[in-house]
């Protein structure tokens, strides 16, 4: 803390993101990236956009916007993009999720959310999930301006069918449903079918799990046109280039190689299969996923203690110290290799 710091930023507790660690050679399954590489495709295209990188990238990139339209079934108005998916949902805090009324999301789910909620004075109220751990759409039904769902939710890797997405966006038509995709492709069922017929949707997703380009820095959402502009209106107030030339011909490139994208989504969930089988061998109680990790817990040992011991063998997942889940770890699905390391150790451990 300094005197020159504002008492806005006196008052931020701010996210704080998994471990990237330095040492090498770490078997690392604690923040959700893809094991494999992304599309050669992508990195073919970055190299050829470097050379413009003398110019401004374009503002509006029209290129990604018209990609992900084609890709998706909507137009090009009907997607934003940005650097990230995390700062598509920060500007739909600012855009949309400011009223007097306030913001439902779960007790437990993306621990941005809160973030941003304190960062921007959105009033904000957390409706526990059921004792499965599941999102209730029922307990939902209560006075609000919008509702903020992950789905599948994070951490618990559980996913709604996109029928209880529209149950939702129907019981609450005055209301903002934002639904955030981040782990959609690897098994949930996509609301953007929806937003044809729903002015109050909105759903964000990113390229940085299903695509594995975390680094590149992509995200977008899909809504009706004046959702879309409202989204615009706060990045040309803020800044007007977030995506960079390379970022763009790389999400364009992505986009475009939807075998690569398919190959390497149904390894990951063959995976998953594969490791949810051996957790649950070992006696773990694995929540049903249908993203690219689990999140177990073992009856008998507690879940700081585990990955205190997991982090001392070479092994990174991740723990959230927070009540109702503290006994569970998020284990990230990686290679066949690096599942099948993690639970050698498990069985050592316990
Ligand atoms: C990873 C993640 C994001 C952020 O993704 P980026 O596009 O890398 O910013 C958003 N929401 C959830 C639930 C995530 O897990």
Redesign the pocket.
Known sequence: MSRFWSPVVRGLSPYVPGEQPKQEGLVKLNT?ENPYPPSPRVLAAIAAATDRLRLYPDPRAAALREAIAARYQVTPEEVFVGN????V?AHTFQALLKHDAPLLFPDIT?S?YPVYSRLYGVRYEEVPLDAAMQVRIADFRRPCSAILL?NPN?PTGISLPRDAIEALVTAHPDALVVI?E??VDFGGESAVPLVARHDNLLVVQ????SRAL?GL???FAIGQRPLIEALERVKDSFNSYPLDGLAIAGAVASIADEAWFEETRHRIIASRRSLVDALSGLGFEVLPSAANFVFARHPRRGGAELAAELRARGILVRHFQKPRIEDFLRITVGTDDQCSRLVAVLRDLI
Do not use: I, P
Request: no cysteine.
């Open positions: 959700n990230g998916s995390d700062e949902l993306y941005f992950a994070a955030d981040a782990y990113t390229l940085s799990k975390a820095r992509v995200g």
